[in-house]
């Protein structure tokens, strides 16, 4: 899954950003309000990790001009101890959750978890298709309770594919998902991986759909 993280601090910036990647996240990330606006614009996102003191252009204007587009995209806000209206304001203007400075990683990674989840119609953190689960938390894979090792880059396209069971995911849509602005897109690494993908889990699992891309059946 791919984050757009909008954060001016730079040692907090590129602690989130370690974390994230840690926990199997593709981040952008930017610096201020007018480069978050024009990535909301150019990118698709699962959720957006939201500072609000903002050079150029706040938080709340983002946010603000990103409702008024219809852009879904769930938001977590990130807003100092002290600034109780900015975050009333912030959650008013279309805001989906908000976490207090300083606050522990782990919570930051269980909210936007649950906001991604609740976008998704996704009411259990456990996501099952048969005999098949997959647990975001753990980014484990098992398959008749047995664990299954898979890639990060499988975990997502398999996390994506099973939580829009039924849509059918291009090739470039995939690798959306898959690469950061600062990652080298690997030629054909999207079939490399559905291709690992079905040695490890079956070939019924993902359908593809020729000329047009992949899906996982409801």
Not at 29 to 47: F, P, Q
Not at 164 to 184: A, I, P, T
């Amino acid at each position: 899954m791919k984050i757009l993280l909008v954060e001016d601090d730079s040692i907090l910036g590129d602690g989130i950003r370690a974390g994230l990647k840690q926990a199997g996240y593709v981040t952008d990330w930017v610096t201020d309000g007018n480069a978050a606006d024009l990535a909301l614009k150019t990118g698709i996102y699962e959720a957006m990790i939201l500072d609000l003191n903002l050079p150029k252009k706040s938080g709340l204007e983002v946010l603000a001009e990103c409702r008024a587009r219809k852009n879904p995209i769930p938001v977590l806000i990130l807003t100092a101890r002290d600034t109780l209206s900015d975050k009333i304001k912030g959650l008013d203007s279309g805001a989906d959750d908000y976490l207090i400075k300083p606050f522990d990683l782990d919570e930051l990674l269980a909210r936007i978890r649950a906001l991604v989840r609740r976008s998704s119609g996704q009411s259990s953190p456990i996501i099952q298709r048969g005999n098949l689960t997959l647990d975001p938390a753990a980014h484990s894979v098992t398959l008749d309770q047995q664990t299954v090792a898979i890639s990060a880059k499988e975990f997502n396209i398999l996390e994506q594919l099973l939580l829009n069971q039924g849509r059918v995911f291009s090739r470039e849509q995939l690798e959306e998902k898959l690469y950061g602005w600062d990652d080298e897109i690997e030629s054909n690494s999207v079939e490399v991986h559905i291709h690992h993908l079905r040695k490890k889990l079956g070939n019924d699992l993902i359908r593809t759909i020729r000329g047009i891309g992949y899906v996982i059946d409801k």
